[in-house]
C-alpha cells in the first residue's frame, strides 16, 4: 500500500498570501497524483490531477507541481474562500487507492 | 452534468449491516469509463477509499475492509449499493459515492454525503 503523508498538518496564512503544501508518497506514483478541497460540511472538491492540470472551473490561483514522491499544491493568493483542508491522493498503484491525512489552511 | 446521492439508514446497531444507495443523475452507470467508488470519512479525520465496481459488475476493495464489504449495482435503476457487515463504532463516518475515471482514477463529482452513525 502507498502510504501518502502530508505536512504541515496546519499551515496559517494571511489572506493574500502565497500557500504551499506538501504531499510526499511512500513510493513513487509518477504523475498519478490529485487534490481535493474540502470545506466544512461540504464534499471534497477536485482540484488537480495528474500532480499539475487543474480541474474544470478551478482558479489559476491554484498550481501543482512534482513527480514520483514529491508534490506540492500552492495557492498563490489566498482568498477568504480557500481556507479549508487540502487533500493529496494517489491513483498510480491501487488497490487501495490512497489519500493524505490533509493540510488544514487557516486564517492567521 | 452527473449528480450523485447518498441514501440509507442514518443509524445502524452495532454487529448489524450498513446498506447504503448511490442515485446517479445526468448520466449512466452503465459507462466503461467510470469506477463508481464508496469513500467515508470518520469524524474529524481523513478519507478512506472502500471499494469500487465497474460497469461490468467488476469490483475492487480496499483489503481492510474486504471481508465485509460489498458493492453492487443496479443499472435499471441507475444505482449503485455499499453493504458492510458486522459494523462498530469505528464504522461510524460521513460516506459518500463518487464518480472516477477508469484511466485515471480521482474522484469527481462526489454525492454530498450521508453521516452513518452505529450505536446501540
Known amino acids: 500500500e502507498i502510504v501518502m503523508t502530508q505536512s504541515p498538518a496546519t499551515l496559517s496564512v494571511s489572506p493574500g498570501e502565497r500557500a504551499t503544501l506538501s504531499c510526499r508518497a511512500s513510493?513513487?506514483?509518477?504523475?498519478?497524483l490529485a487534490w481535493y478541497q474540502q470545506k466544512p460540511g461540504q464534499a471534497p472538491r477536485l482540484l488537480i490531477h495528474?500532480?499539475?492540470t487543474r480541474a474544470t472551473g478551478i482558479p489559476d490561483r491554484f498550481s501543482g507541481s512534482g513527480f514520483g514522491t514529491e508534490f506540492t499544491l500552492t495557492i498563490s493568493s489566498l482568498q477568504s474562500e480557500d481556507f479549508a483542508v487540502y487533500y493529496c491522493?494517489?491513483?498510480?498503484?491501487?488497490?487501495?487507492?490512497?489519500f493524505g491525512g490533509g493540510t488544514n489552511v487557516e486564517i492567521k | 452534468q452527473v449528480q450523485l446521492q447518498e441514501s440509507g439508514p442514518r443509524l445502524v446497531k452495532p454487529s448489524q449491516t450498513l446498506s447504503l444507495t448511490c442515485t446517479v443523475s445526468?448520466?449512466?452507470?452503465?459507462?466503461?469509463?467510470?469506477?463508481w467508488s464508496w469513500i467515508r470519512q470518520p469524524p474529524g479525520k481523513g478519507l478512506e477509499w472502500i471499494g469500487h465496481?465497474?460497469?461490468?459488475?467488476?469490483?475492487h476493495y480496499n483489503q481492510s475492509l474486504k471481508s465485509r464489504v460489498t458493492i453492487s449495482q443496479d443499472t435499471s435503476k441507475n444505482q449503485f449499493s455499499l453493504r458492510l457487515t458486522s459494523v462498530t463504532a469505528a464504522d461510524t463516518a460521513m460516506y459518500y459515492c463518487?464518480?472516477?475515471?477508469?484511466?485515471?482514477?480521482?474522484?469527481?463529482?462526489w454525492g454530498q454525503g450521508i453521516l452513518v452513525t452505529v450505536s446501540s
Open positions: 463518487a464518480r472516477a475515471p477508469v484511466t485515471t482514477v480521482r474522484f469527481d463529482p
Open positions: 445526468g448520466g449512466s452507470i452503465f459507462n466503461g469509463d467510470f469506477y
Open positions: 465496481i465497474f460497469y461490468s459488475g467488476n469490483t
Open positions: 513510493q513513487s506514483v509518477r504523475s498519478s
Open positions: 495528474g500532480a499539475s
Open positions: 491522493q494517489q491513483y498510480s498503484n491501487w488497490p487501495p487507492l490512497t
